[in-house]
């Protein structure tokens, strides 16, 4: 079963009534970015009150601060302008339920969607596996708090990320759709 019919109808509508849109700037209007998580939970332009073409949205598994997001960071004010990050995780991650060893043995086992119970992880697939999976740093959370400070921490320290620029770390609570500042993160993230 797939959703290509859904996904392509979907987008006949709002090509449909696009409009004006199609003269946004390239530049964010709004001229800040947003490291968050891929859940499909978090809404950034709900909780960030934003409109197509305000702001960049990098997303991750974990919103975490990889390689390949501070790479799109710098783009981002490089290139575009922006002047603020946001690094925005969020309560219940699915990032926290294991661990790079636990991801790693089940990728061994097979390629397949594996189960979760109150026991923990079982694959529940016919192989083949890999063990390439070794060779990954998979970036879970164990304490989202830290978490965030570790990721701010890391994007301020990094020699391509210009000082001038603010960034603040959040938890978006799933529960209640608020956005609570991890004011350690925050403080870390201030301009030099």
């Known amino acids: 079963m797939t959703v290509l019919s859904e996904v392509l109808a979907a987008n006949q509508r ?4 696009f409009g004006e849109k199609g003269k946004l700037p390239l530049p964010p209007a709004r001229r800040f970015a947003i490291l968050t998580c891929m859940d499909a939970r978090l809404d950034p332009a709900q909780y960030a009150g934003l ?3 305000d702001a960049h949205v990098i997303r991750n598994a974990g ?3 990889s390689d ?11 290139l575009l302008g922006t002047r603020e990050y ?5 309560t219940d991650c699915g990032m926290l339920l294991f661990t790079d060893e636990i991801i790693s043995e089940l990728l061994e086992k097979s390629l397949d969607t ?16 890999s063990s390439a999976g070794r060779y990954v740093r998979w ?10 400070q570790e990721d701010v921490e890391r994007i301020r320290k990094h020699p391509l990320v210009a000082p001038e620029i603010p960034i603040y770390g959040y ?4 529960r209640t759709g608020k956005l609570i500042e991890v004011e350690e993160a925050s403080k870390a993230g201030r301009p030099a």
Not at 68 to 78: E, F, G, N
Not at 114 to 129: C, F, K, L
Not at 139 to 148: E, M, S, Y
């Open 14 to 17: 709002y090509a449909a009534e």
């Open 51 to 53: 409109a197509e073409g």
């Open 63 to 65: 919103g975490r601060a």
């Open 68 to 78: 390949d997001a501070i790479r799109s960071l710098v783009i981002s004010h490089k």
């Open 86 to 90: 946001f690094v925005i995780h969020h």
């Open 114 to 129: 594996a189960a979760i119970d109150a026991s923990g992880w079982h694959d529940v697939g016919q192989g083949p596996g």
């Open 139 to 148: 970036l879970t959370i164990g304490d989202p708090r830290r978490a965030v």
């Open 171 to 174: 938890i978006y609570d799933v």
